[in-house]
């Protein structure tokens, strides 16, 4: 599922931050729990699709947390900005069937320190109620279609000015 790796991308950024998450754990290769438990007290937060890979077991009494975020993209991006960043004012919004748009988003989103929501075409109406949820008055829509919600002001770009407004932004430094 590529867009798990591109939802990592700003959870890495976020939890190297000031978050008391040390680390989201991609579930390619999960660390032993001994290696997890002397990285504490901070504690430490794997990324998991159940049953596609070998997920960590915390030990007992470990402040571990482990997010199995299923096989659902926009379901997924939404348990993710709610576990990590609880509220946000900006977040990076891309439709789940293009990996492009959804890598420019998790760039951008990175940079930015910022949630990534996934959506279905024809699902957009929930994007509403997740940005309502977070908290998010700066929904930025990444997509090779200008998206419209209803009850959202998006700024809408396409896939080169993503890449413009990244490079912008990396110039500035973040």
């Not at 998450?21 to 290769?29: E, N, S």
């Not at 990324?47 to 890979?53: K, P, Q, S, V």
């Not at 960043?85 to 420019?104: H, K, N, T, V």
């Not at 998790?106 to 929930?126: K, N």
């Amino acid at each position: 599922m590529p867009w798990l790796v591109a939802l990592a991308a700003p959870a890495v950024a976020q939890v190297a931050s000031d978050s008391p998450w040390l680390l989201v754990q991609c579930p390619d290769d999960p660390p032993l729990a001994e290696e997890i438990q002397r990285l504490e007290p901070r504690a430490v937060i794997q990324l998991a699709c159940e049953g596609d890979f070998p997920v960590l077991r915390p030990a007992a009494g470990s402040t571990t947390r482990r997010l199995v975020l299923g096989r659902d993209g926009p379901r997924a991006s939404l348990q993710l900005a709610r576990a990590l960043w609880g509220r946000s004012e900006l977040a990076l919004l891309a439709p789940c069937d293009d990996p492009a748009a959804i890598l420019q988003a998790a760039a951008l989103a990175a940079l930015q320190r910022a949630p990534v929501l996934l959506y279905r075409r024809g699902g957009e109406a929930g994007l509403a109620r997740a940005c309502a949820e977070l908290g998010v008055r700066q929904p930025w829509a990444v997509a090779r279609r200008p998206l419209r919600v209803a009850g959202l002001a998006l700024r809408c770009m396409t896939l080169a000015e993503a890449a413009g407004e990244g490079r912008l932004l990396l110039r500035q430094g973040g």
